[in-house]
């Protein structure tokens, strides 16, 4: 299973608006709408930011929405704040039963 | 509130085995899938493993054979049994409890326990 395709790194300034693209297949991305996002500061354990495409857990800013079109998944964070600054992975249900990860983006805010 | 403890990492020479723990609190253990994620330093996270029940489990091909996933819910803890342990192993292992369902988001995470594999 080969891993989600995400850009390296995306930046913004405070108060900015970006979208961070996940692409992966018809049989992963494309055929399931079990997507979730993860935020990752250096040293810690990632957080759960957005599940099932679109679906927020309880305590996340409504500032970090999902989305998905075709085999593409996309994550937005609006009003870019400082602590958003952070590593970011997509991940997907697979038509293995597995879970496939993106490789990860580098989120840095100016 | 949710708690999820690694244990068992350390570092082991290639070919060696070593077994992981993960004790969990703070919620009803067996009626919960739980997972194994891990990060090898510097790199991204990769899905290693997940049970739902004895019989039910699932593995990436990359572990597929080598690691045994397992739970004893009388004692709220997941375990992972590596085997045949390659430098390709070395990371810090995540216990995971999913949102809902078993793989459509991991809502709570343990600190990792580290495993280095190198003779």
């Known amino acids: 299973q080969s891993a989600l395709t995400q850009p390296a790194s995306v930046s913004g300034s405070p108060g900015q608006s970006i979208t961070i693209s996940c692409t992966g297949t018809s049989s992963d991305v494309g055929g399931y709408n079990h997507v979730s996002w993860y935020q990752q500061h250096p040293g810690k354990a990632p957080k759960l930011m957005i599940y099932?495409?679109?679906d927020r857990p309880s305590g996340i800013s409504n500032r970090f929405s999902g989305s998905k079109s075709g085999n593409t998944a996309s994550l937005t964070i609006a009003g870019l704040q400082a602590e958003d600054e952070a590593d970011y992975y997509c991940g997907s249900f697979t038509s293995s039963t597995t879970l496939v990860f993106g490789g990860g983006t580098k989120l840095t805010v100016l | 509130e949710v708690q999820l403890v690694e244990s068992g990492g350390g570092l082991v020479q290639p070919g060696g085995s070593l077994r992981l723990s993960c004790a969990a609190s703070g919620f009803t253990f067996s009626t919960y899938a739980m997972s194994w994620v891990r990060q090898a330093p510097g790199k991204g996270l990769e899905w290693v493993s997940s049970i739902i029940s004895g019989s039910r489990t699932f593995y990436a091909d990359s572990v597929k054979g080598r690691f045994t996933i397992s739970r004893d819910s009388s004692n709220s803890a997941l375990y992972l049994q590596m085997h045949g342990l390659t430098a390709e192993d070395t990371a810090l292992y995540y216990c995971a409890k999913p949102i809902i369902g078993v793989l459509r988001g991991f809502e709570d995470w343990g600190q990792g326990t580290l495993v280095t594999v190198s003779s």
């Open positions: 099932d495409v679109n």
